[in-house]
């Protein structure tokens, strides 16, 4: 009976401590590049565009900007989006990542992670109250958070001062926790040495790509990774599960969800490559 007692007061100390997540990891799609990401007994929101379809006008200057957005819902309310999470990631702060819905929905005192000084700048005058950069294995409970780094677009947008003013920056990240696997949400950045660098140094074991091959007006190439980006990263990291988004859901995006799915089909790569719908919810 002694030896029961112990053994239970360990397995109790175990998992108060974190150490073993029974649970597991899940990402649930929400729309665009939101998610919720339930990882080492924490939910994370990830960019969240919250607004009810065709809130905003378009995108200027880029195809499609005739189109409100968001071009499609969400499968839940918003209000709904937002109940249970722990922290806020958020890569950058164009519209499609955050928007006048999540500052109004969100507790101002919620923990929130952005990627430099200047977007933390930005959070604090919406009224948010505990906003922290991310670095490298910033610590959030059981989690450490790495900022990792990419570019918004091609090297021919970045040569225009104004559209690279545009474009901006915005991060990726990567999650990881005793026990689990490292989970790498890339962010819209199109295929890059930043990017190749990241998966050198993490090794992730799910890779998250936004993929829906965005264009400016007047510049060849993406904003975006798209759907060869998919194959690549199939084939560069050969043991990871892969989850596609950033679909269906703004203007400038020219590859969607059912486009994305036919292709992975078509190529073989069904056994690691996921294209949630929205609302759909993915466990590892």
Known sequence: MKTAKILTA??????IAGISYAEGISYKHVRNATAKIEYAGSVFLVDPFLAEKEAYPGFEGTPNSDK???????????????????????????????????????????PFFVQNAGDARTIREQGFTNVMVAGQNTPFRNVRIS?????????????????????GDAMGF??????????????????HPYVE????????????????YAMVNGIEGSLIM???DILHMYNVMPEAKIIAVHMDAVNHTMQGSDEIRKFVEEHGMTDRVYVPREGETLKF
Not at 10 to 15: A, E, K, P
Not at 72 to 95: C, F, R
């Open 174 to 191: 990567t999650l990881k926790a005793d026990g689990l696997k490292t989970l790498y949400v890339v962010g819209d950045t199109t295929w």
């Open 68 to 110: 409100r957005i968001p071009l499609i819902d969400m499968a839940e309310p918003a209000e709904e989006v937002v109940k249970g999470i722990d922290a806020v990631i958020l890569t950058h702060t164009h519209l499609d990542h955050w928007d006048e819905s999540a500052v109004r929905l969100l507790p101002k005192d919620i």
């Open 147 to 167: 900022r990792t780094t990419g570019q918004h677009g091609p090297d021919a947008l970045y040569s225009n001062p104004a559209r690279a003013e545009f474009a």
């Open 197 to 212: 660098a990241a998966l050198k140094m993490h090794s992730p074991d799910i890779i998250v790509m936004n993929t829906g």
């Open 226 to 228: 798209g759907k060869d």
């Open 10 to 15: 360990l397995i109790l100390t175990v998992c």
